[in-house]
């Protein structure tokens, strides 16, 4: 099998982040019977290594979330860094959303790393950076709810209970009273309250 997929995987440990596996299910059903090989994210600073096992029939699919822009620097430039080495391979972003307190200077210092590679697929999961980057790059640019909503069905465990996952850093938008109002609505309930980020490791075998 000449094809590859290389799947980056992310390196936060948040909830969201980690229910990736709609991702994979997605590129298997797209092309088809190909090899997917799995890469963290903070293993990507090694990629120059990576990069040379890569051939002319490999992609590059590249995990959803809200990394992309300047609220999560470390991660957006390793980003960068992945496309700057593989400007001839087809790559796919799956659905982000942007986040850059100056458009213009985000755009300024790293629109060319975006445009020169051509075979970049970009997917905006909200009408703000769907809009954005349509306006700001050239490359191809789709509109797409979150992938996690790609997932099947499932038989679950079923629960009394209601899960509150709140989130506390700095993508956190809500502030202590419309906190403390949602509280309020499900204390008459039976519920388990979560950070959206876990203090655990998640690997391939029980990630779902």
């Known amino acids: 099998m000449n094809h590859q997929c290389y799947h ?35 293993f990507c600073q090694y990629f120059p290594k990576i990069v040379g096992f890569l051939t002319k029939k490999s992609s590059i699919c590249i995990h959803g979330g809200g990394y992309l822009g300047d609220l999560w620097p470390d991660e957006d430039e390793v980003t960068k860094n992945i496309l700057r080495q593989n400007k001839d391979k087809k790559i796919l972003f799956f659905p982000q959303t942007f986040c850059s307190e100056d458009l213009e200077k985000y755009f300024d210092e790293s629109r060319k790393i975006y445009e020169n590679c051509h075979g970049l697929t970009m997917v905006g999961r909200d009408e703000y950076t769907y809009i954005t980057l349509k306006k700001y790059l050239s490359n191809n640019v789709l509109y797409a709810p979150d992938v996690v909503l790609y997932k099947k069905r499932r038989d679950y465990r079923k629960s ?38 876990i203090d655990k490791t998640i690997f391939t075998h029980n990630r779902e």
């Open 8 to 42: 980056i995987l992310s390196s936060k440990k948040e909830l969201n982040d980690l229910a990736n596996y709609p991702e994979k299910d997605f590129i298997k059903n797209i092309l088809g019977d190909i090899r997917i090989i799995e890469v963290p994210h903070k």
């Open 160 to 197: 009394d209970k209601i899960m509150l996952c709140m989130r506390s850093d700095h993508e956190k938008t809500i502030g202590v009273d419309t906190e403390c109002e949602l509280l309020f609505a499900v204390k008459k309930y039976n519920y388990d309250m979560s950070d959206t980020v």
